[in-house]
Protein backbone atom coordinates (compact mmCIF):
# COMPACT_ATOMS: atom_id res chain seq x y z
CA UNK A 1 0.00 0.00 0.00
CA UNK A 2 1.18 3.20 -0.82
CA UNK A 3 2.57 5.14 2.27
CA UNK A 4 1.21 8.59 0.65
CA UNK A 5 -2.46 7.50 -0.09
CA UNK A 6 -2.57 5.71 3.43
CA UNK A 7 -5.92 5.80 5.72
CA UNK A 8 -4.33 8.59 8.44
CA UNK A 9 -4.63 7.49 12.09
CA UNK A 10 -5.69 9.44 14.75
CA UNK A 11 -1.92 10.34 15.57
CA UNK A 12 -1.75 11.63 11.87
CA UNK A 13 -3.84 14.59 12.71
CA UNK A 14 -1.79 16.36 14.66
CA UNK A 15 1.38 16.32 12.78
CA UNK A 16 2.57 18.99 10.60
CA UNK A 17 1.31 18.43 6.81
CA UNK A 18 4.20 20.74 5.07
CA UNK A 19 6.29 18.14 4.62
CA UNK A 20 7.92 17.20 7.93
CA UNK A 21 7.48 13.96 9.40
CA UNK A 22 8.96 11.29 10.89
CA UNK A 23 12.29 9.82 10.26
CA UNK A 24 13.22 6.50 12.28
CA UNK A 25 10.11 7.58 15.12
CA UNK A 26 11.94 11.24 15.57
CA UNK A 27 10.25 14.13 14.09
CA UNK A 28 12.45 16.86 12.50
CA UNK A 29 14.14 19.63 13.60
CA UNK A 30 12.08 21.91 12.50
CA UNK A 31 9.29 21.01 15.33
CA UNK A 32 11.15 20.90 18.56
CA UNK A 33 9.01 22.25 21.22
CA UNK A 34 10.35 25.63 22.76
CA UNK A 35 9.84 26.85 26.21
CA UNK A 36 9.40 30.49 26.28
CA UNK A 37 10.50 31.76 29.27
CA UNK A 38 8.10 32.93 31.91
CA UNK A 39 8.98 36.20 34.38
CA UNK A 40 7.20 39.41 36.13
CA UNK A 41 6.00 40.96 32.53
CA UNK A 42 4.18 38.25 30.97
CA UNK A 43 0.79 37.94 31.76
CA UNK A 44 -0.97 34.99 33.58
CA UNK A 45 -2.31 33.54 29.98
CA UNK A 46 1.59 33.17 28.89
CA UNK A 47 1.23 35.65 26.23
CA UNK A 48 3.12 38.53 26.59
CA UNK A 49 1.65 41.78 27.34
CA UNK A 50 2.99 45.33 26.80
CA UNK A 51 0.68 47.58 29.18
CA UNK A 52 2.69 50.32 26.49
CA UNK A 53 1.22 49.57 23.55
CA UNK A 54 -2.51 48.82 24.68
CA UNK A 55 -3.04 52.10 26.35
CA UNK A 56 -5.69 53.90 24.87
CA UNK A 57 -6.32 57.54 25.90
CA UNK A 58 -8.27 60.19 23.97
CA UNK A 59 -6.31 62.90 24.24
CA UNK A 60 -2.46 61.15 25.32
CA UNK A 61 0.14 63.83 26.05
CA UNK A 62 3.86 63.98 24.40
CA UNK A 63 6.99 63.90 26.54
CA UNK A 64 7.30 68.38 25.91
CA UNK A 65 3.67 68.40 27.54
CA UNK A 66 4.82 66.33 30.33
CA UNK A 67 7.92 67.93 30.99
CA UNK A 68 6.29 71.12 30.82
CA UNK A 69 3.60 69.74 33.44
CA UNK A 70 6.48 68.57 35.62
CA UNK A 71 8.41 71.70 35.69
CA UNK A 72 5.24 73.88 36.71
CA UNK A 73 4.43 71.31 39.92
CA UNK A 74 8.01 71.03 41.16
CA UNK A 75 9.22 74.90 40.84
CA UNK A 76 5.71 75.97 43.09
CA UNK A 77 6.36 78.53 45.70
CA UNK A 78 8.65 76.74 47.86
CA UNK A 79 11.25 77.70 45.15
CA UNK A 80 11.46 81.05 46.66
CA UNK A 81 11.94 79.76 50.16
CA UNK A 82 15.16 78.05 48.84
CA UNK A 83 17.28 81.18 50.57
CA UNK A 84 16.06 80.46 54.08
CA UNK A 85 16.67 76.96 53.38
CA UNK A 86 20.51 77.82 52.86
CA UNK A 87 20.54 80.04 56.14
CA UNK A 88 19.76 76.71 57.76
CA UNK A 89 22.52 74.82 56.22
CA UNK A 90 25.43 77.17 55.12
CA UNK A 91 26.35 78.42 51.62
CA UNK A 92 28.66 75.85 50.66
CA UNK A 93 26.80 73.38 52.56
CA UNK A 94 23.43 74.06 51.08
CA UNK A 95 24.66 73.09 47.25
CA UNK A 96 25.56 69.72 47.77
CA UNK A 97 22.59 69.45 50.15
CA UNK A 98 20.20 70.58 48.00
CA UNK A 99 21.89 67.92 45.12
CA UNK A 100 21.44 65.02 47.59
CA UNK A 101 17.83 66.34 48.68
CA UNK A 102 16.89 66.14 44.75
CA UNK A 103 18.08 62.80 44.04
CA UNK A 104 16.05 61.36 47.02
CA UNK A 105 12.75 62.97 45.46
CA UNK A 106 13.74 62.06 41.85
CA UNK A 107 14.76 58.66 43.19
CA UNK A 108 11.75 58.18 44.84
CA UNK A 109 9.22 59.36 42.34
CA UNK A 110 11.45 57.06 39.89
CA UNK A 111 11.06 54.28 41.91
CA UNK A 112 7.11 54.39 42.16
CA UNK A 113 7.04 54.92 38.28
CA UNK A 114 9.19 51.73 37.84
CA UNK A 115 7.33 49.70 40.27
CA UNK A 116 3.96 50.59 38.52
CA UNK A 117 5.80 49.15 35.14
CA UNK A 118 6.51 45.75 36.45
CA UNK A 119 2.70 45.54 38.40
CA UNK A 120 1.42 46.80 34.61
CA UNK A 121 2.48 43.05 33.57
CA UNK A 122 1.35 41.62 36.72
CA UNK A 123 -2.23 42.82 36.92
CA UNK A 124 -2.34 43.16 32.77
CA UNK A 125 -3.61 47.18 33.01
CA UNK A 126 -2.46 49.79 31.74
CA UNK A 127 -2.14 52.53 34.07
CA UNK A 128 -2.29 53.11 37.45
CA UNK A 129 -2.92 55.51 40.44
CA UNK A 130 -0.69 56.14 43.24
CA UNK A 131 -3.03 54.58 45.09
CA UNK A 132 -3.41 51.27 42.81
CA UNK A 133 0.28 51.10 42.77
CA UNK A 134 0.06 50.36 46.89
CA UNK A 135 -2.49 47.92 46.65
CA UNK A 136 -1.41 46.05 43.66
CA UNK A 137 1.73 45.87 45.38
CA UNK A 138 0.22 44.70 49.02
CA UNK A 139 -1.97 42.43 46.46
CA UNK A 140 0.94 40.69 44.90
CA UNK A 141 3.38 40.72 47.89
CA UNK A 142 3.84 38.48 50.75
CA UNK A 143 0.89 36.45 51.88
CA UNK A 144 0.79 38.24 55.27
CA UNK A 145 0.43 41.62 54.35
CA UNK A 146 -2.32 41.25 51.30
CA UNK A 147 -4.60 41.79 53.79
CA UNK A 148 -3.53 45.63 53.88
CA UNK A 149 -3.53 46.31 49.96
CA UNK A 150 -7.30 47.87 50.89
CA UNK A 151 -6.63 50.19 53.49
CA UNK A 152 -3.38 50.99 51.86
CA UNK A 153 -5.55 52.51 49.32
CA UNK A 154 -7.47 54.41 51.14
CA UNK A 155 -4.56 55.93 53.42
CA UNK A 156 -2.85 57.33 50.45
CA UNK A 157 -6.05 58.76 48.84
CA UNK A 158 -6.85 60.37 52.09
CA UNK A 159 -3.59 61.74 52.87
CA UNK A 160 -3.39 62.62 48.76
CA UNK A 161 -6.71 64.26 48.83
CA UNK A 162 -5.97 66.33 52.41
CA UNK A 163 -2.52 67.41 51.18
CA UNK A 164 -3.66 69.09 47.59
CA UNK A 165 -6.64 70.15 49.04
CA UNK A 166 -4.77 72.39 51.51
CA UNK A 167 -2.30 73.33 49.17
CA UNK A 168 -5.06 74.73 46.37
CA UNK A 169 -6.67 76.60 48.96
CA UNK A 170 -3.13 77.86 50.18
CA UNK A 171 -2.63 78.92 46.83
CA UNK A 172 -5.99 81.43 46.82
CA UNK A 173 -4.46 82.92 49.96
CA UNK A 174 -1.56 84.12 47.96
CA UNK A 175 -2.67 84.48 44.74
CA UNK A 176 -5.42 87.18 46.76
CA UNK A 177 -2.56 88.32 49.06
CA UNK A 178 -0.22 89.43 45.94
CA UNK A 179 -2.87 91.19 43.89
CA UNK A 180 -4.42 93.07 47.28
CA UNK A 181 -1.00 94.42 47.88
CA UNK A 182 -0.63 95.80 44.66
CA UNK A 183 -3.85 97.23 44.35
CA UNK A 184 -3.80 98.83 48.11
CA UNK A 185 -0.62 100.10 47.05
CA UNK A 186 -1.98 102.43 44.46
CA UNK A 187 -5.36 102.88 45.70
CA UNK A 188 -4.77 103.26 49.24
CA UNK A 189 -1.05 104.48 49.13
CA UNK A 190 -1.21 106.14 52.74
CA UNK A 191 -2.11 103.33 54.16
CA UNK A 192 -0.15 100.79 52.52
CA UNK A 193 2.73 103.31 53.99
CA UNK A 194 1.47 103.27 57.21
CA UNK A 195 0.86 99.13 56.95
CA UNK A 196 4.82 99.07 56.14
CA UNK A 197 6.31 100.79 58.60
CA UNK A 198 3.77 99.08 61.40
CA UNK A 199 4.94 95.81 60.22
CA UNK A 200 8.79 96.39 60.13
CA UNK A 201 8.73 97.83 63.48
CA UNK A 202 6.94 94.74 65.04
CA UNK A 203 9.20 92.61 63.08
CA UNK A 204 12.24 94.85 64.05
CA UNK A 205 11.20 94.67 67.87
CA UNK A 206 10.04 91.13 68.18
CA UNK A 207 12.12 89.66 65.53
CA UNK A 208 9.73 87.51 64.12
CA UNK A 209 9.93 85.74 60.74
CA UNK A 210 6.30 85.22 59.90
CA UNK A 211 3.27 88.06 59.29
CA UNK A 212 2.52 89.73 62.69
CA UNK A 213 -0.78 90.14 64.10
CA UNK A 214 0.10 93.32 65.09
CA UNK A 215 0.74 94.74 61.28
CA UNK A 216 -2.78 93.87 59.89
CA UNK A 217 -4.36 96.00 57.35
CA UNK A 218 -5.77 99.06 58.63
CA UNK A 219 -7.67 99.36 55.82
CA UNK A 220 -7.89 98.44 51.79
CA UNK A 221 -9.48 96.19 50.05
CA UNK A 222 -10.70 93.01 52.77
CA UNK A 223 -8.49 90.20 52.03
CA UNK A 224 -11.49 87.17 52.50
CA UNK A 225 -13.03 89.45 49.74
CA UNK A 226 -10.26 89.64 47.44
CA UNK A 227 -10.22 85.41 47.49
CA UNK A 228 -13.89 85.31 46.80
CA UNK A 229 -13.24 86.98 44.06
CA UNK A 230 -11.60 84.69 42.90
CA UNK A 231 -13.94 81.77 42.75
CA UNK A 232 -15.48 82.54 39.35
CA UNK A 233 -11.44 82.66 37.53
CA UNK A 234 -10.98 79.49 39.26
CA UNK A 235 -13.95 77.41 38.62
CA UNK A 236 -13.26 78.49 34.68
CA UNK A 237 -9.49 77.48 34.94
CA UNK A 238 -10.63 73.89 36.54
CA UNK A 239 -12.89 73.39 33.91
CA UNK A 240 -10.26 72.66 31.46
CA UNK A 241 -11.06 69.20 30.40
CA UNK A 242 -7.98 67.24 31.07
CA UNK A 243 -4.33 67.70 31.34
CA UNK A 244 -4.08 67.68 27.49
CA UNK A 245 -5.80 71.41 26.96
CA UNK A 246 -4.18 72.16 30.25
CA UNK A 247 -0.47 71.98 29.00
CA UNK A 248 -0.64 75.39 27.85
CA UNK A 249 -2.04 77.04 30.92
CA UNK A 250 1.11 75.45 32.21
CA UNK A 251 3.95 76.64 29.99
CA UNK A 252 1.99 80.27 30.86
CA UNK A 253 2.74 79.80 34.58
CA UNK A 254 5.81 79.08 33.92
CA UNK A 255 6.82 81.92 31.59
CA UNK A 256 5.31 84.03 34.51
CA UNK A 257 7.12 82.14 37.43
CA UNK A 258 10.56 82.70 35.19
CA UNK A 259 9.55 86.18 34.55
CA UNK A 260 9.26 86.91 38.68
CA UNK A 261 12.33 84.95 39.23
CA UNK A 262 13.75 86.68 36.29
CA UNK A 263 13.85 90.21 38.10
CA UNK A 264 14.07 88.45 41.64
CA UNK A 265 17.56 87.12 40.05
CA UNK A 266 18.36 90.85 39.26
CA UNK A 267 17.56 91.87 42.70
CA UNK A 268 20.11 89.28 43.86
CA UNK A 269 22.98 90.12 41.43
CA UNK A 270 22.84 93.78 42.28
CA UNK A 271 25.80 94.57 44.25
CA UNK A 272 26.04 91.08 45.54
CA UNK A 273 29.18 90.83 48.80
CA UNK A 274 31.72 88.55 48.73
CA UNK A 275 31.46 84.76 49.27
CA UNK A 276 33.61 84.72 52.45
CA UNK A 277 31.20 87.29 54.16
CA UNK A 278 28.43 84.74 54.76
CA UNK A 279 28.53 81.15 56.68
CA UNK A 280 29.98 78.01 54.56
CA UNK A 281 28.67 75.58 57.00
CA UNK A 282 26.07 76.25 59.85
CA UNK A 283 25.69 74.10 63.42
CA UNK A 284 24.10 70.54 62.75
CA UNK A 285 21.37 71.34 64.81
CA UNK A 286 19.83 73.68 62.73
CA UNK A 287 20.41 71.09 59.74
CA UNK A 288 17.33 69.17 59.53
CA UNK A 289 14.98 72.27 58.90
CA UNK A 290 17.03 72.72 55.50
CA UNK A 291 15.81 68.88 54.64
CA UNK A 292 12.30 69.75 55.73
CA UNK A 293 12.27 72.81 53.90
CA UNK A 294 13.53 71.74 50.58
CA UNK A 295 11.63 67.91 50.61
CA UNK A 296 8.70 69.85 50.84
CA UNK A 297 9.50 72.91 48.01
CA UNK A 298 10.65 70.21 45.54
CA UNK A 299 7.93 67.02 45.99
CA UNK A 300 5.32 66.32 43.70
CA UNK A 301 4.55 62.47 44.08
CA UNK A 302 0.98 63.28 43.98
CA UNK A 303 1.37 64.45 39.80
CA UNK A 304 3.70 61.85 39.02
CA UNK A 305 1.05 59.08 38.15
CA UNK A 306 -1.34 61.40 36.90
CA UNK A 307 1.88 62.62 34.39
CA UNK A 308 2.41 59.29 33.48
CA UNK A 309 -1.04 57.87 32.83
CA UNK A 310 -1.50 60.36 30.65
CA UNK A 311 1.84 60.15 28.42
CA UNK A 312 1.34 58.92 24.55
CA UNK A 313 4.96 57.21 25.45
CA UNK A 314 4.78 56.45 29.67
CA UNK A 315 8.32 54.46 28.77
CA UNK A 316 9.99 58.12 28.68
CA UNK A 317 8.83 59.00 31.65
CA UNK A 318 11.53 57.29 33.31
CA UNK A 319 15.31 56.64 32.55
CA UNK A 320 18.70 58.16 32.50
CA UNK A 321 17.20 60.83 29.92
CA UNK A 322 13.82 60.41 30.45
CA UNK A 323 11.45 63.13 31.28
CA UNK A 324 11.60 62.74 35.31
CA UNK A 325 15.75 62.91 34.96
CA UNK A 326 15.68 66.03 32.71
CA UNK A 327 12.95 68.18 34.45
CA UNK A 328 14.37 67.46 37.86
CA UNK A 329 18.10 68.40 36.80
CA UNK A 330 16.74 71.71 35.66
CA UNK A 331 14.69 72.26 38.84
CA UNK A 332 17.20 71.62 40.83
CA UNK A 333 19.78 73.83 38.71
CA UNK A 334 17.29 76.51 39.45
CA UNK A 335 16.79 75.86 43.07
CA UNK A 336 20.20 75.88 44.18
CA UNK A 337 21.11 79.20 42.64
CA UNK A 338 18.77 80.87 43.63
CA UNK A 339 19.16 79.56 47.08
CA UNK A 340 22.66 80.32 46.67
CA UNK A 341 22.55 84.00 45.72
CA UNK A 342 19.46 84.88 47.85
CA UNK A 343 21.12 83.93 51.01
CA UNK A 344 24.60 85.82 49.99
CA UNK A 345 22.39 88.98 49.12
CA UNK A 346 20.40 88.74 52.29
CA UNK A 347 21.80 86.71 54.73
CA UNK A 348 20.48 88.38 58.23
CA UNK A 349 17.01 88.15 56.61
CA UNK A 350 14.15 86.96 58.36
CA UNK A 351 12.11 86.78 55.56
CA UNK A 352 10.87 83.19 54.87
CA UNK A 353 10.22 83.83 50.73
CA UNK A 354 12.25 85.94 48.87
CA UNK A 355 9.77 88.23 47.30
CA UNK A 356 9.57 89.27 50.81
CA UNK A 357 12.81 91.48 50.45
CA UNK A 358 12.18 93.03 48.11
CA UNK A 359 11.06 96.81 48.11
CA UNK A 360 7.39 97.03 47.08
CA UNK A 361 7.60 100.72 45.78
CA UNK A 362 9.33 99.83 43.11
CA UNK A 363 7.67 98.96 39.79
CA UNK A 364 10.10 95.60 39.13
CA UNK A 365 9.34 94.27 42.82
CA UNK A 366 5.70 95.07 41.68
CA UNK A 367 5.99 93.00 38.61
CA UNK A 368 7.67 90.13 40.54
CA UNK A 369 4.83 90.01 42.63
CA UNK A 370 2.28 90.29 39.92
CA UNK A 371 4.05 87.33 38.29
CA UNK A 372 4.17 84.99 40.70
CA UNK A 373 0.61 85.79 41.51
CA UNK A 374 -0.36 84.92 37.71
CA UNK A 375 2.23 81.79 38.24
CA UNK A 376 0.57 80.35 41.29
CA UNK A 377 -3.17 80.92 39.80
CA UNK A 378 -2.24 78.74 36.74
CA UNK A 379 -0.68 76.44 38.84
CA UNK A 380 -4.05 76.06 40.81
CA UNK A 381 -5.48 73.60 37.82
CA UNK A 382 -2.74 71.39 38.08
CA UNK A 383 -2.63 71.30 41.85
CA UNK A 384 -6.73 70.55 41.50
CA UNK A 385 -6.47 67.56 39.23
CA UNK A 386 -4.84 65.40 41.71
CA UNK A 387 -7.74 66.36 43.92
CA UNK A 388 -10.05 66.10 40.90
CA UNK A 389 -8.97 62.37 39.88
CA UNK A 390 -9.13 61.20 43.35
CA UNK A 391 -12.43 62.21 44.17
CA UNK A 392 -13.46 61.12 40.95
CA UNK A 393 -12.54 57.99 40.79
CA UNK A 394 -14.58 57.85 44.08
CA UNK A 395 -17.98 58.74 42.65
CA UNK A 396 -18.03 58.19 38.62
CA UNK A 397 -19.49 54.44 39.12
CA UNK A 398 -22.69 56.39 40.70
CA UNK A 399 -23.11 58.74 37.97
CA UNK A 400 -23.04 56.55 34.84
CA UNK A 401 -26.01 58.22 33.04
CA UNK A 402 -24.65 61.76 32.94
CA UNK A 403 -21.05 61.72 33.97
CA UNK A 404 -19.87 64.59 31.83
CA UNK A 405 -22.42 67.07 33.90
CA UNK A 406 -21.61 64.80 37.28
CA UNK A 407 -18.02 65.49 36.59
CA UNK A 408 -18.20 69.52 36.32
CA UNK A 409 -20.53 69.42 39.06
CA UNK A 410 -17.55 68.12 41.02
CA UNK A 411 -15.05 70.32 39.55
CA UNK A 412 -17.08 73.17 40.85
CA UNK A 413 -17.92 72.04 44.03
CA UNK A 414 -14.17 70.97 45.05
CA UNK A 415 -13.40 74.43 43.62
CA UNK A 416 -15.86 76.46 45.85
CA UNK A 417 -14.70 74.29 48.76
CA UNK A 418 -11.06 75.18 48.22
CA UNK A 419 -12.22 79.08 48.42
CA UNK A 420 -14.67 78.64 51.00
CA UNK A 421 -11.46 77.27 53.12
CA UNK A 422 -9.21 80.17 52.24
CA UNK A 423 -11.81 82.55 52.91
CA UNK A 424 -13.07 81.38 56.71
CA UNK A 425 -9.25 80.60 57.54
CA UNK A 426 -7.22 83.43 55.53
CA UNK A 427 -4.19 82.25 57.74
CA UNK A 428 -4.29 79.09 57.00
CA UNK A 429 -0.28 78.68 55.70
CA UNK A 430 0.83 77.31 59.27
CA UNK A 431 -1.63 74.38 59.56
CA UNK A 432 -1.10 73.16 55.71
CA UNK A 433 2.47 73.41 56.59
CA UNK A 434 2.42 71.03 58.93
CA UNK A 435 -0.28 68.92 56.82
CA UNK A 436 2.32 68.89 53.82
CA UNK A 437 5.45 68.29 56.14
CA UNK A 438 3.66 65.41 57.54
CA UNK A 439 2.08 63.88 54.43
CA UNK A 440 5.20 64.46 52.01
CA UNK A 441 7.23 63.16 53.96
CA UNK A 442 5.26 60.01 54.06
CA UNK A 443 3.84 59.81 50.74
CA UNK A 444 7.06 61.35 48.84
CA UNK A 445 9.67 59.32 50.14
CA UNK A 446 8.70 56.67 52.79
CA UNK A 447 5.59 54.76 50.80
CA UNK A 448 7.60 54.65 47.68
CA UNK A 449 10.30 52.97 49.44
CA UNK A 450 7.95 50.47 51.19
CA UNK A 451 6.22 49.73 47.50
CA UNK A 452 9.59 48.95 45.93
CA UNK A 453 10.44 46.31 48.65
CA UNK A 454 7.19 44.93 48.75
CA UNK A 455 7.47 44.47 44.40
CA UNK A 456 11.02 43.12 44.92
CA UNK A 457 10.40 40.84 47.84
CA UNK A 458 9.70 37.64 45.07
CA UNK A 459 12.54 38.56 42.44
CA UNK A 460 15.22 39.71 45.16
CA UNK A 461 16.97 42.82 46.25
CA UNK A 462 20.22 42.89 44.19
CA UNK A 463 23.77 41.90 44.84
CA UNK A 464 24.56 42.08 48.82
CA UNK A 465 21.03 42.88 49.52
CA UNK A 466 21.72 47.00 48.30
CA UNK A 467 17.99 47.45 47.51
CA UNK A 468 17.27 46.79 51.38
CA UNK A 469 20.63 49.14 52.28
CA UNK A 470 19.78 51.92 50.04
CA UNK A 471 16.20 51.87 51.42
CA UNK A 472 16.93 52.13 55.12
CA UNK A 473 18.93 55.41 54.55
CA UNK A 474 16.14 56.92 52.43
CA UNK A 475 13.91 56.27 55.75
CA UNK A 476 15.55 57.92 58.00
CA UNK A 477 15.94 61.10 56.13
CA UNK A 478 12.15 60.29 55.79
CA UNK A 479 11.85 60.24 59.30
CA UNK A 480 13.91 63.37 60.28
CA UNK A 481 12.09 65.51 57.52
CA UNK A 482 8.79 63.96 59.05
CA UNK A 483 9.59 65.04 62.81
CA UNK A 484 11.70 68.01 62.04
CA UNK A 485 8.83 69.15 59.57
CA UNK A 486 6.37 68.70 61.87
CA UNK A 487 8.39 70.45 64.67
CA UNK A 488 8.08 73.48 62.66
CA UNK A 489 4.87 73.73 61.19
CA UNK A 490 3.69 73.56 65.01
CA UNK A 491 5.81 76.44 66.47
CA UNK A 492 4.63 78.61 63.74
CA UNK A 493 0.86 77.90 64.51
CA UNK A 494 1.48 78.22 67.63
CA UNK A 495 3.39 81.55 67.21
CA UNK A 496 0.75 82.71 64.58
CA UNK A 497 -2.18 82.04 67.23
CA UNK A 498 -0.55 82.89 70.20
CA UNK A 499 -1.60 86.54 71.09
CA UNK A 500 1.42 89.22 71.33
CA UNK A 501 1.57 92.59 73.41
Known amino acids: MDHNNKVPTELDEFLPTDGSNFKDGVLTAKYKVQVTPRDAEVGLTGKEFNPFTERRHPNPTTDCDTLTHLLKASLGTGILAMPCAFRSAGLIVGIFATFFVAFVCTHCAYILVKCAHVLYHK ?43 GTCSVYAVIVAANFREIINHYMYPVMTAVNSTQEALFNQTYNITTAAPAAESVGGIDERMTIACLLLPLILLTWIPDLKYLAPVSMIANLFMATGLGITFYYLVIDLPPVDTVPYVKPLTEFPKFFSITIFAMEAIGVVMPLENQMKTPQHFVGIFGVLSKGMSGVTLIYILLGFLGYLKYPNSTAEIITQDLPIHEIPAQIVKLAVALAVFCTFGLQFYVCLDIAWSGLKDRF ?77 IGVMALIFGSKDSIE ?3 KAYTPTN
Open 492 to 494: GII
Open 123 to 165: TRRTEMSFADIAEASLAHGPSCLRGFSKPSRYLIQISLFITYF
Open 400 to 476: TKKPLLANYIVRTGLVTGCVLLAVAVPTIAPLIGLIGAFCFSILGILIPVAIEIITCWDVGFGKCNWIIMKNVVIIF
